[in-house]
């Protein structure tokens, strides 16, 4: 870790402005070497300076020049950003000549993962960070930020602690039977302990289902036969006419899909080829395809069409989504009716031309998904996969920690559970951790970043 390593920070598109960002020992030494203006080794830390970027004789363009000496800066290490013109041309060339020069591409999110190897942020804030940048909600970036500043970290450190003092208070009871004055920590003991840590994880665990939602969206796909107005409804959703609308059945071949943004919930839409039986080969390929829609989706919106008799196509998609999160649309009220409603217990009458209608459909949509109530935020939102994922392997250890205690096994084998829970909290933190998992992990961040 002791190279130096360089990479464009900013998206690589003609913009007004650039950053480059250099992060290592030679860092100031070697933009110092292209930059025509003061001497970049003799200006304090935490400075900017006006000058120009020059390359083999020729001046390349003209830059203010960022100066960070660690240790307070994002890597811990000596960081200079350039700030140049925003050209592609021109930042590549400036990237270029500091490479030259003696610095390494980085790789992407080697910056972050320097922050995080120099011990600056933990792995929580350091997926943070990423977790900001891909938010598209105030809901979801509220999220992120409850985790780049540290509250996650500190409600799974708490947990951690919880822990530890139980495994603390075990050994000395086992390494010193002879120290009369320490508790001992017998079963009896240990019981209410581990309930009320259980009892905490999981009030975190059921609100990161709905922090996934927030985080994700809803992957909700719209069927039903063809010609009942799917493409009509996502449009009506999308405020957009996106997909193509015709009187003739079978418009829509291919999924076509749109984002919409509920009250801070946002909805993958999928608009899908209508279901039914058909010779045409385009048709079929979407058919199969809707089919397959239907089993990924999280919400599905049925959509009946209130002109025309239910049929054998309608029945079939009722019977298929019958165990899905649901809603039951019946489209076109603005016709003269042919569906007997009490066939269906819960529904929506509605027609897609009608502005107030969908927003009928959008509070039923928050209502089902269950969250309606999701302007309150707060920290206890963990939104992360990793994250909840090893938690809830902690949970799990926590769990057959409580079951040896109540075979009354001895307190030295529950106390091997309680070890794989301290171990699964302290990798939520990145305190064990393998080089493969960062890899992976600072892998999907960007270039630069
Ligand atoms: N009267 C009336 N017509 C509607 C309504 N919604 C959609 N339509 C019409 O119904 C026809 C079919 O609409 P689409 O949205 O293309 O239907 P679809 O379900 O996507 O059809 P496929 O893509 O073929 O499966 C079009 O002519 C729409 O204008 C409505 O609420 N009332
Ligand atoms: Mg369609």
Redesign the pocket.
């Known amino acids: 870790m002791n190279d130096t390593i360089a990479a464009i920070a900013t998206a690589l598109a003609n913009k007004a402005i650039s950053i480059i960002r250099v992060s290592g020992p030679e860092a100031i030494d070697i933009v110092n070497k292209i930059f025509v203006g003061k001497d970049l080794r003799k200006v304090p830390s935490h400075t900017i300076h006006y000058g120009k970027i020059k390359i083999d004789n020729r001046i390349i363009d003209e830059v203010l020049v960022s100066v960070f000496h660690a240790p307070k800066t994002f890597t811990r290490e000596d960081v200079v950003e350039v700030n140049c013109h925003g050209g592609i041309y021109v930042t590549n060339t400036i990237l270029e000549g500091i490479l030259v020069k003696g610095a390494r591409l980085a790789d992407p999110g080697e910056f972050t993962k320097r922050a995080f190897l120099n011990g600056r942020i933990d792995l929580t804030q350091a997926e943070a960070i990423m977790d900001i940048i891909e938010s598209n909600t105030a809901s979801s970036l509220q999220m992120a930020n409850y985790g780049l500043t540290g509250k996650t970290k500190r409600i799974i450190e708490d947990f951690k602690n919880r822990v530890l003092s139980c495994i603390a208070s075990i050994e000395v009871n086992i390494d010193y039977p002879e120290y009369e004055d320490e508790i001992q920590m017998t079963n009896e003991v240990l019981m209410p302990i581990i309930v009320d840590l259980l009892r905490d994880m999981d009030e975190i665990l059921k609100k990161a289902e709905v922090a996934q939602i927030i985080k994700y969206g809803i992957k909700t796909a719209i069927v039903?036969k063809?010609?009942?107005?799917?493409?009509?409804?996502l449009n009506a959703l999308l405020r957009e006419d996106k997909?193509i609308?015709?009187?003739?059945?079978?418009?829509?071949r291919d999924i076509v899909e749109g984002e919409v943004n509920i009250g801070g919930i946002v909805l993958n839409l999928i608009?899908t080829?209508?279901v039914r039986v058909t010779e045409d080969l385009v048709e079929r390929i979407g058919v199969e395809k809707t089919k397959e829609v239907l089993k990924k989706a999280e919400l599905v919106i049925l959509?009946f069409d209130y002109?025309r008799e239910l049929d054998n196509n309608d029945l079939e998609l009722l019977e298929a989504t019958k165990d899905k999160t649901r809603i039951i649309v019946v489209?076109?009220?603005?016709?003269p009716p042919k569906i007997d409603l009490s066939k269906f217990t819960d529904y929506l009458l509605l027609?897609?031309?009608n502005e107030d209608d969908i927003e009928k459909l959008e509070k039923k949509i928050k209502e089902v998904c269950n969250v309606a109530s999701v302007t309150e935020i707060d920290p206890t939102y963990i939104g992360n996969t990793r994250q909840l994922a090893k938690l809830k392997i902690a949970r799990e250890s926590l769990e057959s920690a409580l079951n040896a205690i109540e075979l009354n096994l001895p307190v030295d084998i529950v106390n091997i559970d309680i070890n794989n829970a301290w171990l699964s909290l302290g990798e939520i933190l990145g305190e064990v951790t393998n080089e493969d998992l960062l890899d992976e992990l600072f892998a999907n961040f960007c270039l630069g970043k």
Do not use: E, F, M, Q
Not at 226 to 233: A, C, E, T, Y
Not at 245 to 252: E, L, R, Y
């Open positions: 039903g063809p010609n009942v107005g799917k493409s009509s409804l997909a609308v015709t009187n003739i059945a079978g418009t829509t608009d080829a209508g959509v002109s489209n076109k009220r603005d016709l027609s897609s031309y």
